[in-house]
């Protein structure tokens, strides 16, 4: 498949195990967080999004942490598997009237079965 | 899946070219935003349009375009082509201008020798 960057910082888990995927943010103002998942080869699918009035969010085996005093982002996938490998992005959102989005650098998650 | 077509899927061009990169939301989405992915630079938010109006800017240069059109599909136009465009480009849609859950497309590849 394709590459989505040569030079990420990657993240090597054993299947089953818990994950944590560590994301910094830069603006204060923003609205929303938001979590991707992206797949040699597609386009960067969401996961889960966490207001910025909140500190932490569950889905279905994902769960977000928001600390806002170290403007610091988390994302914790429960009971790994293998189709979990991808590239992580975080994003932080921006209500300008419209929506303007700002991606993290993106962290490749291995799966090891 | 994720409902939102872009076409060419691979485009293979020269310098000072231009070429139309060509996006369709997902059904009854209103809202289409546009994406550049290269290796250096990440994922770089670039404009968005909601119902026809552009609605938020991000680090579009002045030698690309974007409209959408009344049937909702949209267009981005590079111009004045040089080797640093040559990236993924993705179209992403939502149902709202501010609707923090984004569908992305499969990407176009642009290659400019």
């Known amino acids: 498949g394709e590459s989505v960057g040569l030079h990420l910082p990657t993240l090597s888990v054993q299947e089953g195990d818990n994950s944590i995927i560590n994301c910094a943010y830069s603006?204060?103002?923003?609205?929303?967080f938001i979590w991707y998942k992206q797949e040699s080869g597609k386009g960067p699918q969401f996961i889960i999004d966490?207001?910025?009035?909140?500190d932490k969010r569950q889905g279905q085996r994902v769960t977000v942490l928001l600390n806002k005093t170290v403007k610091h982002l988390s994302l914790q996938i429960a009971a790994t598997q293998p189709g979990d490998s991808a590239v992580y992005f975080c994003?932080?959102?921006?209500?300008?009237?419209?929506?303007?989005?700002?991606f993290g650098a993106g962290t490749r998650l291995f799966v090891k079965a | 899946d994720s409902g939102v077509t872009q076409t060419p899927k691979h485009l293979i061009t020269a310098t000072g070219q231009r070429v139309t990169l060509r996006c369709s939301p997902r059904?009854?989405?209103?809202?289409v935003y546009w994406y550049q992915q290269s290796l250096d630079q990440g994922l770089q938010f670039l404009i968005q349009?909601?119902?026809?109006?552009?609605?938020a800017k991000g680090n579009i240069l002045e030698r690309f375009s974007a409209q959408q059109f009344p049937d909702l599909h949209s267009e981005l136009n590079l111009s004045s082509l040089e080797l640093g465009d040559s990236a993924l480009y993705f179209c992403?849609?939502?149902?709202?201008?501010?609707?923090?859950?984004?569908?992305f497309g499969p990407g176009t590849r642009l290659t400019v020798l």
């Open positions: 992403a849609s939502s149902v709202s201008r501010g609707s923090v859950t984004q569908y």
């Open positions: 603006n204060s103002a923003s609205d929303y």
């Open positions: 966490i207001r910025s009035n909140m």
């Open positions: 994003a932080e959102t921006l209500n300008t009237g419209g929506f303007k989005t700002i």
């Open positions: 059904s009854g989405d209103l809202s």
């Open positions: 349009y909601y119902n026809g109006e552009e609605r």
